[in-house]
């Protein structure tokens, strides 16, 4: 009986801590809608009630109390959605492992972090905060709405998003573990030999539960329970159907690879992240129904992405694969309009196209298709409003407003967003970044482990 | 990175032989006279808003026997004049390491799989008592004593599950003798381990999760099994899941470290998703999760340990002053900047100390953790948060009465009233007057007199010292006392100079003597088998005794003070 | 061991492959062309509607809109397009790397803090994959700057055509100083207050030693014509900085260092100088523009360099100092996505520089600074045909480049990643390789 409690409990793990999210009521007056799935509308007004829209329409008064934008001349699009981040988290590699499932970057969600109100900056209303990509499979990742102004971490969370995973294939997990540590996997086999085996694993113990909780029910049963074990509780949650796997890859093999093991388990919840070789099996991805979710135009940074192309994302969406533009960069993730844009350039796609890489695609990969990532009548209202068309490199994000909230007003914008300040620190520090020289954040941290694990350097 | 850790392992035996040296010196210590004692002609602060003017305190066989006016004084007691001194109830330290023997680290040897590493090398050691780490003669319990402080909860050092706490007395013969309550909490904190795992925060919640969830199926099991044996696979003990067993229970509370907003809030979700009872310690950024501190009935210790705080008044002065004479010239932008980054700085600066005030306003019952303070800071750090909104009564509860019912001791300590323990602290003034120095203090009955020192040397300008001469000195270091001899020689204006240590047989060059009034500066280069560290000293002196900091490079500076060889 | 030979094997499968991709390639074609019909971007004497530009041995021989086509002119018919002076990223290591993370592909960081004499130049691969990338996107010319250490070496602009360093030189070299930076390197940057300011205080001192070094050497070389001293190539390859015939490329990026660095180029009196970075330049614009000193600014899509800096700094950034009066020119900082400098330019535009100053800032501006006004950087008679075509404003994303010419050479309109679309867009065999 108390054992039961105890996986009720576990259920409610991921679902407990929430805070009362913040909602409001906005009227937008007067925009050019581009609701993506529906076609634009010009002279168009959108009514939100209670973070929720409630009617699009013309000539809409608003209810007393209701705040009225004046989008006259301005772009309004649904809240930007990045489907590959590591803004808002304390920590993003437990690079201690091959197999780390059990940990999860939702235990360490930030919200102090001014990248999320920088990303509000570039309209972006919801990301995907991922585990690092070190291990062949990473700990599991916290689908976040950009609230930005609370200390609350609870509030960032999207409650009732679906559960998802980080997986890794490549020279990440097999630089980390294999040449830094001498543990498999040490090539792309070794990689497919974990996963295989994390996903045998997982499915022993589930049958082994399952048979120890069916014999629990008969009168008078006393045995020993298994052993109980938290990566392997995740692993079979994933064989379950119960959480999306989000796997970093690059060439084409390995996808293929992943494809083939997934298969094997009956796993169906797949998407690709950064697949920059995605192209090139982008007919066995549609055939699977895997989806894919890219950067516009990086490549070079490391070996396994050389042979790529910035008409990675064309050449996967005129396959029929659904797919995604995303940043995995606290820089980027302020611009992903300008990414997306450049599907254009590479590939020619049409306006709405190339927004929904940036809104409905990334939603439905993150299995919150049905809430955002569109104008539409009863979606949560995250949006974000323009000068200027957003796919135009010229355009200017002016508004951002989450779940009917405005989280970022650029003619009101203050220069210093942090929300707490160290009294101990100094004013006088800067940071330059090189950007080439971190490319990947997926990295972040394993690096420092890695120097500290294995006094590699 | 090798080479650093060889030299740490050299400081360490270093500090080791330092240690040895100073047990060699033997010491008589006398014992009490009577156990009766009655302090006279003092203002009694016996509760929060409870006082007795110009009464009398007896106590007996380190019990309160009496509280009062007009009290008959038995012709054993040994009476204390303390007249129109004030007397607390002795206070109470809701978490600290005072006491408490941080274990040597041992050689850190590669994990050859760092995903699964044994529990005790990934800083998993709930089963550790703290009973064990206690070291009586540790300086830092009188230091926190003269404060002010009798009781302390104290837990040992390591990573996440560092082991059971305690409440210990400040002040007694020996480890057992000091302990009021063994068992306190099992005090967790969220420290990753080095190297392997749980090498991050999330590590270390998930390892939390799972522990606790394998420790309440195996202590279900084990009950089980326990009630007939007969036909059942034996369940395998284990010490760091029975740990929890009291948890589970409820019998015991987690003591739990949370320092930032972030901790705090990281540690109230694993309690919301475990269930156990917590109590939150050392905590320097609340006041923004009141809310959720509450909702979890939290019990909550908030941290003493608060940024250092500017004179303000001195420096708004100063400011108008420039603003006059620079009138003419307008503020460039990043003067303006610079003055907003700053003014966002002090109002944080103010949210720390006005933290305990916004606990008192949403009605949280709260204590101190004195954590990482420094004991002399106290008094002034105190007089900045009752600055900040806190009344002197409802600080003074904090010390006191709350910690006692937080700790669950409040029916011997906290108070004083006939019938608790005699741990008393005794004031020439208020406690929370600037001027206020603490003059006796009773743990468990027993006398400690503090002596008062005379301010001479920090004050002592004007006339220039003289550091010619031989010093023997004593520096404080974490792994016990370093001792040695400095001699200065003074060739008109000139100064040359060595050091010989306890730390080596050799004699060390002193480089670049400085004498700036009575402050006293120099180093000397220390090598051990190849590796050269800079030792520095810093100290202010006058005729017979200096005291000050020795800066051993990387190692950190630790408290040093000399007396001149006749 | 093995894992050198790893790296040995991947090295040869990327020659390998390198030589592959390459054979397949079109080649550049050079002869006289005549662009018809366009509208011209001079960028210094205004926009010609229904414009010609005749191209011949190399040069722009006509601009107009009453021009005769040479006989036997190839004519292009740009008919609704654009035609704009090839666009110059004034900092990048383009052609010194190919895969970043991988060390043996980079060649911008030799061993030494004072290495001046190492020349980017010799170390541009003329056959990077990098570069067609790079060139069939409008940006023709580039600085290939080495970087790491105080003096890391002499950057090259380069030309993004040729098959020798020679041929790709674009007839500027500039030494490369890091001035020594009070800032933090990235979030892994740990070091104390303390400890940036014991570095940065003996980098200044190294800085100042080296220069009186080289100011002895420029006196003693002086007064006996280079007989007196030996062989001295650090100070030899400062020599022509010191006597003010050579630029130098000092980078700074803190507001601190960048006031630190104009107080020591006044010390020192250095005539030809450049700042580049100038991250927080806008903090000190009005200093910058009083010395007079020049700026290479950017990358642009960058994250502010302090928590509490308004988030669009960088994008500002270009804007407040033109409008400070700085002379700035841009630059990415880039090497495989160095394409993106028209975007760079974008952003610069829409945060206050204008679509004008941002067009100069990546083409005139630069050539001005580079010493190369002459030459290139504006559609101008006499100038190196160093420009392209296209269908629209060339900082849009939308619009595509239809043709590029470098020195007069009509450029393949091909790179690696053209390829690979035109190869897998539709895969032949799809999913099944036995065709039904």
């Known amino acids: 009986m108390k054992l039961k409690i105890f996986f009720l409990l576990l259920c409610c793990t991921w679902l407990g801590a929430q805070a009362q999210?913040?909602?409001?009521?906005?009227?937008?007056?007067?925009?050019?809608?581009?609701?993506?799935?529906?076609?634009?509308?010009?002279?168009?007004?959108?009514?939100?009630?209670?973070?929720?829209?409630?009617?699009?329409?013309?000539?809409?008064?608003?209810?007393?109390?209701?705040?009225?934008?004046?989008?006259?001349?301005?772009?309004?699009?649904?809240?930007?959605?990045?489907?590959?981040?590591?803004?808002?988290?304390?920590?993003?590699?437990?690079?201690?492992?091959?197999?780390?499932?059990?940990?999860?970057?939702?235990?360490?969600?930030?919200?102090?972090?001014?990248?999320?109100?920088?990303?509000?900056?570039?309209?972006?209303?919801?990301?995907?905060?991922?585990?690092?990509?070190?291990?062949?499979?990473?700990?599991?990742?916290?689908?976040?709405?950009?609230?930005?102004?609370?200390?609350?971490?609870?509030?960032?969370?999207?409650?009732?998003?679906?559960?998802?995973?980080?997986?890794?294939?490549?020279?990440?997990?097999?630089?980390?573990?294999?040449?830094?540590?001498?543990i498999v996997p040490r090539?792309?086999?070794?990689?497919?030999?974990?996963?295989?085996?994390?996903?045998?694993?997982?499915?022993?113990?589930?049958?082994?539960?399952?048979?120890?909780?069916?014999?629990?029910?008969?009168?008078?049963?006393?045995?020993?329970?298994?052993?109980?074990?938290?990566?392997?509780?995740?692993?079979?949650?994933?064989?379950?159907?119960?959480?999306?796997?989000?796997?970093?890859?690059?060439?084409?093999?390995?996808?293929?690879?992943?494809?083939?093991?997934?298969?094997?388990?009956?796993?169906?919840?797949?998407?690709?992240?950064?697949?920059?070789?995605?192209?090139?099996?982008?007919?066995?991805?549609?055939?699977?129904?895997?989806?894919?979710s890219v950067f516009a135009d990086w490549w070079a940074y490391k070996f396994e992405v050389y042979y790529s192309t910035a008409y990675n994302a064309a050449i996967l969406h005129k396959n029929g694969v659904v797919t995604s533009i995303n940043s995995d960069s606290e820089e980027l993730i302020r611009h992903l309009y300008h990414e997306a844009a450049k599907t254009q350039k590479y590939g020619g796609l049409t306006d709405d196209e190339a927004l929904a890489m940036i809104t409905i695609n990334p939603a439905k990969q993150l299995g919150i298709e049905n809430r955002v990532g569109s104008i539409e009548v009863g979606k949560e209202a995250d949006i974000a409003i323009f000068k200027g068309h957003p796919l135009s490199s010229y355009t200017i994000p002016m508004l951002t407003i989450v779940d009917g909230v405005v989280r970022f007003d650029r003619e009101k914008d203050a220069d210093d967003q942090r929300i707490y300040v160290d009294p101990k620190g100094n004013n006088d520090n800067a940071t330059f970044h090189k950007y080439y020289h971190n490319h990947e954040n997926c990295l972040e941290g394993a690096e420092q482990t890695m120097v500290k694990l294995f006094g590699f350097n | 990175m090798r080479k650093?850790?060889?030299?740490?392992?050299?400081?360490?035996?270093?500090?080791?032989?330092?240690?040895?040296?100073?047990?060699?010196?033997?010491?008589?210590?006398?014992?009490?006279?009577?156990?009766?004692?009655?302090?006279?002609?003092?203002?009694?602060?016996?509760?929060?808003?409870?006082?007795?003017?110009?009464?009398?305190?007896?106590?007996?066989?380190?019990?309160?026997?009496?509280?009062?006016?007009?009290?008959?004084?038995?012709?054993?007691?040994?009476?204390?004049?303390?007249?129109?001194?004030?007397?607390?109830?002795?206070?109470?330290?809701?978490?600290?390491?005072?006491?408490?023997?941080?274990?040597?680290?041992?050689?850190?040897?590669?994990?050859?799989?760092?995903?699964?590493?044994?529990?005790?090398?990934?800083?998993?050691?709930?089963?550790?008592?703290?009973?064990?780490?206690?070291?009586?003669?540790?300086?830092?319990?009188?230091?926190?004593?003269?404060?002010?402080?009798?009781?302390?909860?104290?837990?040992?050092?390591?990573?996440?599950?560092?082991?059971?706490?305690?409440?210990?007395?400040?002040?007694?013969?020996?480890?057992?003798?000091?302990?009021?309550?063994?068992?306190?909490?099992?005090?967790?904190?969220?420290?990753?381990?080095?190297?392997?795992?749980?090498?991050?925060?999330?590590?270390?919640?998930?390892?939390?999760?799972?522990?606790?969830?394998?420790?309440?199926?195996?202590?279900?099991?084990?009950?089980?099994?326990?009630?007939?044996?007969?036909?059942?696979?034996?369940?395998?003990?284990?010490?760091?899941?029975?740990?929890?067993?009291?948890?589970?229970?409820?019998?015991?509370?987690?003591?739990?470290?949370?320092?930032?907003?972030?901790?705090?809030?990281?540690?109230?979700?694993?309690?919301?998703?475990?269930?156990?009872?917590?109590?939150?310690?050392?905590?320097?950024?609340?006041?923004?999760?009141?809310?959720?501190?509450?909702?979890?009935?939290?019990?909550?210790?908030?941290?003493?340990?608060?940024?250092?705080?500017?004179?303000?008044?001195?420096?708004?002065?100063?400011?108008?002053?420039?603003?006059?004479?620079?009138?003419?010239?307008?503020?460039t932008a990043t003067e303006f900047e610079k003055e907003a980054l700053d003014k966002r700085k002090e109002e944080f600066t103010n949210k720390y100390f006005g933290q305990a005030s916004a606990f008192q306003k949403a009605g949280i019952a709260f204590a101190f953790s004195t954590n990482n303070a420094k004991a002399k800071d106290i008094p002034a750090t105190l007089l900045n948060v009752i600055a900040a909104g806190l009344t002197e009564d409802q600080a003074l509860a904090a010390l006191t009465t709350t910690p006692a019912q937080l700790l669950g001791i409040s029916d011997r300590v906290g108070t004083l009233e006939v019938g608790k323990m005699a741990n008393i602290v005794i004031s020439d003034k208020s406690y929370f007057n600037e001027k206020a120095k603490v003059r006796y203090v009773f743990v468990d009955g027993v006398l400690y007199k503090q002596e008062v020192k005379e301010e001479k040397k920090a004050e002592n300008t004007g006339k220039k010292a003289d550091a010619s001469g031989r010093w023997s000195y004593t520096a404080e270091t974490p792994q016990g006392a370093n001792t040695g001899i400095i001699s200065i020689k003074n060739d008109g204006g000139k100064m040359t100079g060595t050091l010989t240590s306890s730390m080596a047989n050799r004699d060390y060059e002193l480089q670049d003597i400085v004498l700036d009034g009575n402050k006293l500066s120099f180093f000397y280069t220390a090598d051990f088998g190849g590796n050269s560290l800079k030792v520095e000293f810093n100290v202010a002196l006058d005729a017979t005794s200096f005291e000050g900091t020795m800066t051993a490079g990387r190692f950190g500076s630790f408290p040093v003070k000399g007396n001149k060889e006749p | 061991m093995k894992k050198s030979l790893n790296t040995i094997a991947i090295a040869i499968a990327l020659l390998l492959t390198l030589s592959y991709t390459f054979a397949q390639s079109p080649k550049g074609k050079y002869g006289t062309f005549a662009l018809t019909n366009a509208t011209v971007y001079t960028v210094t004497k205004g926009i010609l509607t229904n414009g010609t530009v005749i191209i011949r041995n190399g040069k722009i021989e006509a601009v107009g809109t009453n021009i005769t086509i040479p006989s036997g002119a190839e004519v292009i018919d740009c008919k609704g397009q654009f035609i704009y002076p090839g666009m110059i990223d004034s900092g990048t290591r383009l052609g010194l790397v190919e895969v970043s993370s991988d060390p043996r592909t980079t060649d911008f960081n030799e061993v030494g803090d004072i290495v001046p004499q190492m020349k980017a130049l010799t170390a541009v691969n003329p056959n990077s994959a990098l570069i067609p990338v790079t060139r069939v996107s409008g940006v023709t010319t580039v600085i290939a700057s080495p970087e790491g250490s105080m003096f890391p070496g002499t950057a090259a602009l380069i030309n993004l055509h040729g098959y020798t360093p020679d041929q790709m030189y674009a007839g500027f070299e500039g030494v490369v100083l890091n001035f020594p930076n009070t800032g933090r390197r990235g979030f892994w940057d740990r070091r104390t207050d303390d400890e940036i300011k014991k570095a940065t205080d003996k980098a200044m001192e190294k800085l100042n030693d080296v220069w009186?070094?080289?100011?002895?050497?420029?006196?003693?070389?002086?007064?006996?014509?280079?007989?007196?001293?030996?062989?001295?190539?650090?100070?030899?390859?400062?020599?022509?900085?010191?006597?003010?015939?050579?630029?130098?490329?000092?980078?700074?990026?803190?507001?601190?260092?960048?006031?630190?660095?104009?107080?020591?180029?006044?010390?020192?009196?250095?005539?030809?100088?450049?700042?580049?970075?100038?991250?927080?330049?806008?903090?000190?614009?009005?200093?910058?523009?009083?010395?007079?000193?020049?700026?290479?600014?950017?990358?642009?899509?960058?994250?502010?360099?302090?928590?509490?800096?308004?988030?669009?700094?960088?994008?500002?950034?270009?804007?407040?100092?033109?409008?400070?009066?700085?002379?700035?020119?841009?630059?990415?900082?880039?090497?495989?996505?160095?394409?993106?400098?028209?975007?760079?330019?974008?952003?610069?535009?829409?945060?206050?520089?204008?679509?004008?100053?941002?067009?100069?800032?990546?083409?005139?501006?630069?050539?001005?600074?580079?010493?190369?006004?002459?030459?290139?950087?504006?559609?101008?008679?006499?100038?190196?045909?160093?420009?392209?075509?296209?269908?629209?404003?060339?900082?849009?994303?939308?619009?595509?480049?239809?043709?590029?010419?470098?020195?007069?050479?009509?450029?393949?309109?091909?790179?690696?990643?053209?390829?690979?679309?035109?190869?897998?867009?539709?895969?032949?065999?799809?999913?099944?390789?036995?065709?039904?």
């Not at chain 1, 085996?197 to 909780?213: I, P, T, V």
Request: net charge positive; glycine share 8%; hydrophobic share 40%.
């Open chain 1, 21 to 182: 999210s913040l909602t409001g009521n906005v009227l937008i007056k007067n925009g050019t809608v581009l609701t993506v799935t529906k076609g634009t509308l010009e002279n168009t007004d959108v009514l939100v009630k209670d973070g929720k829209i409630t009617q699009i329409g013309k000539n809409f008064v608003a209810p007393a109390g209701y705040k009225v934008i004046d989008a006259s001349g301005m772009h309004v699009m649904p809240g930007i959605i990045d489907a590959h981040s590591h803004i808002a988290l304390s920590v993003v590699n437990e690079a201690t492992q091959p197999n780390t499932g059990q940990v999860f970057v939702g235990d360490a969600l930030d919200p102090l972090d001014v990248s999320i109100y920088r990303a509000l900056a570039g309209g972006c209303t919801t990301s995907h905060a991922m585990h690092g990509s070190a291990n062949a499979i990473g700990g599991q990742c916290e689908t976040i709405k950009h609230r930005y102004g609370t200390v609350d971490a609870d509030a960032l969370r999207m409650e009732g998003a679906p559960r998802t995973i980080k997986f890794a294939l490549g020279e990440n997990p097999t630089r980390v573990h294999g040449s830094g540590n001498g």
């Open chain 1, 187 to 292: 090539t792309r086999m070794g990689v497919e030999h974990v996963i295989r085996q994390s996903f045998a694993e997982g499915k022993e113990y589930m049958e082994k539960w399952d048979e120890y909780k069916a014999a629990t029910k008969v009168k008078g049963f006393r045995g020993a329970p298994p052993v109980y074990d938290y990566r392997l509780e995740t692993m079979a949650d994933i064989l379950r159907g119960n959480i999306i796997i989000h796997c970093h890859s690059y060439r084409a093999d390995e996808i293929y690879m992943l494809l083939n093991v997934c298969k094997d388990f009956g796993v169906k919840k797949l998407v690709f992240q950064h697949v920059n070789e995605g192209f090139k099996v982008a007919p066995e991805l549609a055939q699977f129904g895997a989806m894919a």
């Open chain 2, 4 to 331: 650093q850790y060889r030299l740490w392992q050299l400081m360490l035996l270093v500090c080791w032989c330092w240690a040895t040296n100073l047990q060699a010196q033997d010491e008589v210590v006398l014992t009490p006279v009577t156990k009766t004692y009655a302090i006279t002609n003092v203002n009694i602060n016996q509760a929060p808003g409870k006082k007795i003017e110009m009464g009398t305190i007896l106590i007996k066989d380190g019990v309160i026997k009496a509280v009062g006016k007009n009290i008959t004084i038995p012709a054993d007691a040994w009476v204390i004049k303390a007249d129109s001194m004030q007397a607390y109830a002795g206070f109470i330290d809701g978490f600290s390491r005072t006491g408490v023997t941080k274990p040597k680290e041992e050689g850190r040897e590669r994990q050859k799989d760092p995903g699964n590493p044994p529990p005790d090398k990934a800083g998993i050691t709930p089963q550790n008592d703290v009973r064990a780490f206690i070291n009586p003669a540790d300086k830092a319990i009188e230091e926190w004593r003269n404060a002010g402080f009798t009781i302390a909860h104290v837990a040992p050092y390591g990573g996440m599950l560092p082991g059971q706490s305690a409440l210990i007395l400040l002040g007694g013969s020996g480890t057992d003798n000091m302990v009021l309550q063994s068992n306190a909490a099992l005090y967790s904190e969220l420290t990753p381990a080095e190297r392997m795992y749980p090498n991050t925060i999330i590590g270390v919640m998930a390892k939390f999760r799972e522990l606790y969830l394998q420790a309440s199926i195996t202590k279900n099991y084990e009950a089980v099994y326990a009630s007939n044996r007969n036909g059942l696979e034996r369940p395998q003990p284990d010490r760091v899941l029975q740990a929890f067993y009291p948890v589970i229970d409820k019998k015991q509370a987690v003591a739990f470290k949370a320092e930032k907003v972030l901790d705090v809030q990281r540690v109230i979700n694993l309690q919301k998703d475990l269930g156990f009872n917590v109590t939150l310690v050392d905590v320097k950024e609340g006041w923004d999760v009141i809310n959720k501190i509450k909702a979890a009935n939290a019990k909550v210790f908030l941290s003493l340990d608060l940024p250092e705080k500017k004179k303000e008044e001195k420096k708004e002065d100063k400011k108008d002053d420039k603003k006059e004479s620079k009138s003419d010239k307008p503020k």
């Open chain 3, 212 to 436: 009186e070094k080289a100011t002895q050497y420029h006196k003693l070389d002086s007064a006996t014509n280079g007989k007196g001293v030996g062989y001295y190539p650090e100070l030899q390859a400062l020599l022509p900085v010191l006597r003010g015939k050579q630029t130098l490329l000092i980078e700074a990026n803190a507001s601190k260092d960048i006031t630190a660095a104009l107080k020591w180029i006044k010390e020192k009196k250095i005539k030809r100088v450049v700042l580049t970075g100038v991250l927080e330049g806008w903090r000190v614009a009005d200093e910058i523009a009083k010395a007079g000193v020049p700026v290479i600014a950017g990358p642009v899509q960058a994250v502010p360099s302090r928590e509490y800096d308004r988030y669009d700094r960088a994008y500002a950034n270009p804007g407040l100092l033109r409008k400070a009066g700085v002379i700035v020119a841009l630059q990415t900082g880039q090497a495989e996505n160095v394409r993106n400098l028209p975007y760079h330019a974008a952003y610069a535009a829409a945060y206050g520089m204008g679509q004008e100053e941002a067009l100069k800032a990546v083409t005139i501006v630069p050539a001005e600074i580079f010493g190369l006004a002459d030459k290139l950087g504006s559609i101008e008679v006499g100038k190196s045909a160093t420009l392209f075509i296209c269908d629209g404003d060339p900082f849009e994303t939308k619009t595509n480049i239809k043709q590029v010419f470098i020195d007069g050479w009509q450029i393949p309109m091909v790179s690696r990643q053209t390829q690979l679309y035109d190869e897998f867009l539709q895969r032949d065999p799809g999913v099944n390789k036995v065709k039904q």
